[in-house]
Nanobody
Framework: HVQLVESGGGSVQAGGSLRLSCTDS????????MGWFRQTPENERAGVAS???????TYGDSVKGRFTISRDNAKDTIYLQMDSLKPNDTGVYVC???????????????????????RGQGTQVTVS
C-alpha cells in the first residue's frame, strides 16, 4: 500500500518562502520518479516539478528559477523549496509518484498520475 504524506504548507506573503516535504511509505522509492503538482478549487492541475531516480529535474515554466525540488533516498522523502512566492502559486500542492518513463510527463500533464501513479492528499499553500 503506497502512502504519500505531504507537510510544510501554510500561508505566506508574496515574496516569501516555504519548504514542502513528502514522505513515501511504499516500497522502491529510490526507483521511482517523484514530483509535485498544484491543484486549484476549480479542479485544475498544473505540473510544478519532478525529479527522477538519478536526480534529474523538470520544472513547470511558471516556477523555473524560483522553486527547487530535491530528494533524499535514505529518508524516502522529497522536498520542494519555494522562494519568491507569488499569489498565483496558491493552491493545494500534491505529491506524486510515477514510473520513470512518465517523469517529464508528470509536469506537462499531471492528470497522468491518476492513470499510472500514486498521489498524496496534498498540502495547502496560500500566498497573499
Amino acid at each position: 500500500h503506497v502512502q504519500l504524506v505531504e507537510s510544510g504548507g501554510g500561508s505566506v506573503q508574496a515574496g516569501g518562502s516555504l519548504r514542502l516535504s513528502c514522505t513515501d511509505s511504499g516500497r522502491g522509492f529510490e526507483h521511482y520518479c517523484m514530483g509535485w503538482f498544484r491543484q486549484t478549487p476549480e479542479n485544475e492541475r498544473a505540473g510544478v516539478a519532478s525529479i527522477d531516480r538519478s536526480g534529474a529535474t523538470t520544472y513547470g515554466d511558471s516556477v523555473k528559477g524560483r522553486f527547487t525540488i530535491s530528494r533524499d533516498n535514505a529518508k524516502d522523502t522529497i522536498y520542494l523549496q519555494m522562494d519568491s512566492l507569488k499569489p498565483n502559486d496558491t493552491g493545494v500542492y500534491v505529491c506524486a509518484k510515477v514510473p520513470p518513463p512518465y517523469c517529464a510527463g508528470l509536469v506537462v500533464n499531471p492528470w497522468v498520475v491518476g492513470t499510472v501513479g500514486n498521489r498524496g492528499q496534498g498540502t495547502q499553500v496560500t500566498v497573499s
